[in-house]
């Protein structure tokens, strides 16, 4: 019994590590901005595909794969910005969104005439012999997933706390018109956030390809369960984001392993109902307060 929850609870913080990812690109935008960027999953697809791509299709060997794979959906974080969110600048935040939902459906469809609708995995990181741990077992990939999420974390921790751009970027998400007031420059803060969200997004989509499957539309529920973890952890919020992802990913195991897995899908809206019902700031955001 023991062993059968530890497993569930190694395979939700696997899957979980990549909606923290997932829910850390949201955020980024969400700060810089104050728009969700529904092309987030998208991102994550985009960096899996195109790693399966230069493995598989055109023999380049991993390690460099995967540098070229991010640097590919950095640069489509940048393009997307750059030529769709850039000229409609003075759009309401619902002709923003509707701009995203646009490029997602843009990216997923140029994938499918790239590379198909077949499923695709890339090779295990460390092959596939599974570890034992109290009578559970776990595959050395998913080590890398946890691994990879801790190290990006304490990587954003630095930038943003030590770096000028990352301090730009938390003065713009607390007042944006106080840091141009002090010249800052909020443009290119918006570019660079969209760039460091697709970065974020295409190594989760990469770390977690050898486990599941990849595909054109991998990035949809992703995406959507990325989103779930951001509102779950408390919108605009680094911290926040994570622990969404992570305990969104072990209630998903929970659900599949004691319930039924048919119903693992529908536990991220369940969950993000419960929380525009009851708490609508997020498990660990704080509630807006306004002087009057």
Same mark, same amino acid.
């Given at each position: ?33 104050g ?29 460099f ?6 640097g590919?959906?950095g640069?489509?974080?940048l ?11 003075? &759009?309401? @935040?619902? =002709?923003? #969104?509707?701009?995203?939902? $646009? !490029?997602? *459906?843009?990216?997923?469809? %140029?994938?499918? +005439? ?51 751009f ?62 779930? &973890?951001? @509102?779950? =952890?408390? #919108?605009?919020?680094?911290? $926040? !984001?994570? *622990?969404?992802?992570?305990? %969104?990913?072990? +209630? ?41």
């Amino acid at each position: 019994m023991i062993s059968q929850l530890i497993q569930f609870i190694f395979s939700g913080i696997t899957t979980g590590s990549t909606y923290a990812l997932a829910a850390l690109g949201f955020t980024i935008i969400y700060n810089a901005s104050g728009v969700i960027n529904f092309a987030q999953g998208e991102f994550i697809m985009l960096g899996g595909m195109s790693a399966v791509f230069l493995v598989v299709g055109a023999g380049i060997p991993l390690p460099f794969a995967v540098i070229l794979a991010v640097g590919i959906t950095g640069l489509a974080g940048l393009l997307l910005e750059k030529f769709a969110i850039e000229p409609a600048k003075n &759009a309401e @935040v619902v =002709g923003l #969104l509707i701009i995203t939902i $646009g !490029a997602s *459906l843009t990216i997923r469809g %140029l994938v499918q +005439v790239w590379l198909g609708k077949g499923s695709h995995a890339l090779p295990a990181f460390s092959g596939d012999t599974p570890i034992e741990f109290f009578g559970a077992s776990i595959l050395p990939q998913s080590l890398w997933v946890i691994g990879v999420m801790l190290v990006i974390v304490l990587a954003l921790g630095w930038f943003f706390g030590r770096t000028l751009f990352g301090k730009a970027m938390l003065a713009t998400s607390h007042n944006k018109l106080a840091a141009q007031l002090v010249g800052i420059n909020t443009r290119l803060i918006l570019l660079l956030s969209f760039g460091m969200s697709a970065v974020l997004g295409a190594v989760g989509g990469i770390i977690i390809a050898p486990i599941t499957y990849t595909s054109y539309d991998a990035g949809i529920m992703l995406g959507l369960k990325g989103f779930v &973890a951001a @509102v779950l =952890g408390g #919108l605009g919020g680094g911290a $926040g !984001a994570i *622990l969404g992802g992570l305990i %969104l990913g072990v +209630v998903e195991a929970m659900t599949a392993g004691y319930v039924s897995s048919a119903y693992k899908d529908a536990v991220p809206f369940v969950l993000i109902l419960l929380i525009l019902f009851f708490k609508p700031s997020g498990l660990f955001g704080s509630s807006a307060s306004e002087r009057v």
